[in-house]
């Protein structure tokens, strides 16, 4: 597997495993780690974000457990002393399956936007990755850092641009609410007038369709989804959108939904967005 980024990867580390993200955490820093879950006589496995090698000072203890029907525990510790623990009630990760986990860094939170089970052959080692998207810093296009549109109100249809295009490694944040009423919205990823990507929830069919559109002409559909259909009306939403060389991956509030294998080639010239419909956008960062 292969990545671009400012720090090269650890590859089949030794577990339990602690390295250095270089330059420390900083917002926009994205961290990719891929392994598999092993059968064990243990019931847990966790990533910390921490200031040492030491275990005293933990500024994100991501720890899942297959206990009680299965969970994940997030937590920090100062000091010595763990604060409150924040219980997500779902277990994204099956035992003796491999997994791809994405970690964002933002000013004010942590987000694991991506859990994905590995798309190709089993993964028998574990690789650790950080991608630097920070203005200043390197990353895979170290001239064009990503754009964030904090404003909470959003005009619908809302129109963006795509900083330097798709690239291996480029993510895309579309957050927001689907509305009460709601029977269709949808998220475009634009080559000039081609739809590269057109991601459309209908709920007036229960099913979220994926397509192109070339020369006005629509290719063909994929429907068929792992999971029962992610979004509802009346509730808040996160989509985020991953591109890697061959296709793009999708997670729903923090969990994998489908790949999208590129039908246009030219990653770079996808380079707008546009999300419509039934909805209210509350955060978009390209």
């Known amino acids: ?36 879950v092993i059968y064990s006589n243990g019931n847990r496995f966790a990533v910390n974000f921490q200031t040492s090698y030491n275990d005293n000072d933990i500024a994100f203890h991501f720890n899942p457990r297959f206990e009680e ?45 991506g859990i994905w089970p590995a798309s190709s052959a089993p993964i028998t080692q574990t690789i650790i990755h950080t991608v630097q998207s920070t203005p200043g810093q390197m990353f895979p296009n170290p001239m064009i850092p990503p754009m964030a549109y904090p404003n909470p109100t959003y005009p619908i249809p809302f129109f963006t641009s795509i900083p ?29 007038r081609d739809i590269a990507f057109h991601l459309n929830p209908r709920f007036d069919e229960n099913a979220v369709v994926r397509n192109t559109q070339i020369n006005s002409c629509w290719g063909s559909e994929e429907r068929s989804l792992p999971r029962q259909m992610p979004f509802f009306r009346g509730q808040s939403f996160s989509v985020w959108i991953m591109c890697e060389g061959s296709c793009l991956k999708l997670a729903v509030n923090g969990q994998h939904l489908c790949e999208y294998y590129h039908r246009l080639k030219n990653l770079p010239a996808i380079n707008s967005l546009e999300v419509g419909g039934d909805i209210q956008l509350s955060h978009v960062q390209t």
């Open 69 to 113: 029907g299965g969970y994940v525990v997030c937590n920090t510790k100062q000091k010595g002393s763990w604060g409150p623990e924040e219980r997500k009630m779902q277990m994204p990760f099956q035992r003796g399956c491999s997994f791809e986990l994405c970690f964002l860094v933002q000013s004010s939170e942590f987000k694991p936007p």
């Open 164 to 192: 330097g295009g798709l690239y291996p490694s480029k993510s895309i944040t579309v957050s927001g609410t689907v509305l009460p009423s709601a029977q269709r919205f949808y998220i475009n990823l634009c080559s000039g």
């Open 1 to 36: 597997m292969a990545f671009g980024g400012a720090q090269p990867p650890y590859l089949s580390p030794a577990v339990p495993f602690t390295g250095i993200i270089q330059g420390g955490l900083q917002d926009g820093l994205q961290i990719t780690i891929s392994g598999t």
